[in-house]
């Protein structure tokens, strides 16, 4: 399928991690020029250089997007490439264990200072880059935001309770946002998020599967039972929501929370 990306510039911030890195090469092979955010600066060179290297065009930017000085720089050097953007994925973001129950760690006794990390992460991460980035899609009356959140903002995971509380706040961020710049700009400016489910990367691989026989961990058996697909996705599986709400294709589309998540957010678990 021809999205009509080519030509156009997108920032993909947490583009050097998994399930972005994906987005952000699928759009540089859509003829998209890239820039990719990451706190990881070498991260960021490495997937800008890999989409190099396969013939598209890519800019790595380190990034941290929970604070605004940082953002403005980076829109400041993404713009000095590119000169405008055309689109946004906001997909920074993550867990924290000192924010996870256990036993070793019961509710009681989570940190507010942790949990402020946490809402900086999943969701002030969103906030930030849609201020500055938005700032040019309202002077230009068009642009594309699109929110990497989760399926625990849908429903809140267990033990993930601060994780699941700023990942549902990404999502009423992205209902919100879509509505504001739709009256407030233009009603070509459009906000959405694709909800992940339980994605297979390497950074949860041993979580979901022991190391040593391959077999499937205890949590990673809970996990798939709530799954009606009965498998975990992969990161390549978010790629095809991704284009079609960045595309013209979804151009009647706003304020809308895509789960890709084998059918978990549907399933009551009876």
């Not at 906030?127 to 699109?146: E, M, T």
Request: one cysteine or more; proline letters at 3%; aromatic letters at 8%.
């Amino acid at each position: 399928m021809d999205y009509k990306l080519k030509g156009k510039i997108a920032i993909v911030t947490g583009g050097g991690g998994a399930i972005c890195g994906e987005i952000a090469k699928a759009l540089a092979n859509e003829g998209t020029h890239v820039a990719i955010w990451d706190l990881n600066k070498r991260a960021a060179k490495l997937r800008a250089e890999e989409i190099i290297a396969t013939g598209g065009n890519a800019l790595g930017v380190e990034c941290d997007v929970t604070n605004s000085e940082s953002v403005e720089a980076a829109v400041h050097m993404t713009v000095d490439r590119y000169t405008t953007v055309d689109m946004l994925v906001n997909g920074a973001g993550g867990g924290l264990k000192t924010t996870t129950t256990s036993e070793e760690k019961p509710f009681f006794d989570l940190r507010a200072d942790d949990m402020v990390s946490a809402f900086g992460l999943n969701y002030l991460s969103e906030v930030i880059p849609s201020q500055a980035v938005g700032r040019i899609f309202a002077q230009n009356k068009s642009g594309v935001i699109l929110n990497i959140t989760s399926i625990a903002g849908i429903l809140p995971l267990t033990r993930a309770v601060s994780y699941s509380d700023a990942k549902a706040a990404a999502n009423s961020f992205t209902k919100w946002l879509a509505v504001h710049m739709a009256h407030n700009y233009s009603k070509k400016i459009r906000v959405n998020a694709i909800a992940p489910g339980f994605i297979l990367t390497q950074q949860n691989r041993f979580l979901l599967i022991d190391e040593v026989t391959g077999e499937t961990t205890e949590r990673g058996q809970q996990i798939l039972k709530t799954v009606p697909m009965a498998r975990y996705g992969l990161p390549e599986e978010i790629v095809g929501a991704a284009l079609w709400l960045l595309s013209d294709q979804s151009k009647f589309v706003t304020g809308a929370i895509i789960p890709v998540d084998g059918g978990f957010s549907a399933y009551s678990g009876v």
